[in-house]
């Protein structure tokens, strides 16, 4: 159980770390999982669905960071607001649930196939290259910025941006990484696509998780649950850390280091999948 508390530890620094980077979270998880993987349960099966849930619901940790760190700013009824801030903040909510919906209702309808098919090394790391190629193609473009703060977002704006997450689904894209480069081309400044993304985390990922333990069909006992719940304190101490540091940077710096480090974790993926070191598993 050491062994495994201390795996749990190492994930949840990974998790806390990539989510909220351009670079995949899922694609870093099941990497470590390959090399780490979990022996909670006495089979490879019972291991690898407490992973597959492990890898969603640890996401709670991050989501209560976001919440911490801006729980003045989305909070409708805080009493340092006056009346026109609190109006302010519950249009940013609705803006916050028009782009959380395309997702929801993909992720709903599409979770088994996307768990089933899209799940792949091949996949990961076609969507890790794609992206990243993406997102340096983004950032040497002439761009034309409309939307220089997240007051200025339009509803139309967010559901666009809710469409670019959709395609987080696919597994290598990163949900921060699918909604920042949305954001980014609909003319978004770095800023407040960044933050938006932040946002936008809290539903869905809070929806993902809550799913993934609604169709969890097997009993973890209280090993389980104290593995999942140090990997879920660990990410939101890393998250609470990573939200500051990742703010500060891109206002001095672009997308470009992530969208290299996106081609070359794509390409480390492709050459461990073809040495046959990550298998057919990777990414299930």
């Known amino acids: 159980m ?7 530890i ?8 990539t ?10 998880l099941d990497l470590l999982n390959a090399v780490l993987p979990f022996n909670v349960f006495s089979t490879a099966a019972e291991n690898l669905q407490f992973w597959n849930m492990y890898k969603v619901v640890i996401q709670f940790g991050s989501i209560i960071a976001v919440i911490l760190l801006y729980f003045t700013r989305l909070n409708p009824w805080a009493s340092s607001k006056n009346e ?3 109006k302010d903040t519950w249009d940013l909510w ?79 894209t990163s949900r921060s990484g699918s909604t920042i480069l949305g954001a980014t081309l609909l003319g978004f400044s770095r800023s407040a696509a960044t933050e938006f993304s932040f946002f936008m985390s809290i539903p869905v990922m809070f929806g993902a998780s809550l799913l993934k333990i609604i169709k969890m069909k097997m009993s973890i006992g209280m ?11 660990v990410a939101f101490v ?10 500060k940077y891109i206002r001095r710096h672009d997308f470009k280091i992530f969208g290299l480090y996106r081609i070359v974790f794509g390409i480390l993926i492709l050459i461990l999948t073809a040495a046959g070191i990550l298998g057919a598993g990777f990414g299930a």
């Open 223 to 233: 090993s389980g649950i104290m593995i999942l719940v140090i990997g879920m304190l």
């Open 94 to 172: 609705l803006k916050i649930i028009i782009a959380s919906v395309p997702a929801a209702i993909a992720g709903f309808l599409l979770d088994d196939l996307i768990d089933s098919v899209l799940s792949t090394p091949y996949v990961i790391a076609a969507a890790l290259i794609v992206y990243g190629v993406l997102f340096i193609w983004i950032e040497n473009r002439q761009k034309k910025t409309t939307v220089r703060s997240i007051g200025a977002i339009t509803n139309q704006k967010a559901a666009g941006v809710g469409l670019f997450q959709m395609l987080a689904l696919i597994p290598g």
């Open 238 to 247: 890393v998250s609470v850390i990573v939200i500051r540091s990742f703010l």
């Open 84 to 86: 026109g801030q609190k």
């Open 2 to 8: 050491f062994l495994e508390i201390l795996k749990s």
């Open 10 to 17: 190492l994930y949840g620094v990974v998790q806390g770390i």
């Open 19 to 28: 989510e909220w980077l351009p670079i995949s979270s899922t694609g870093h």
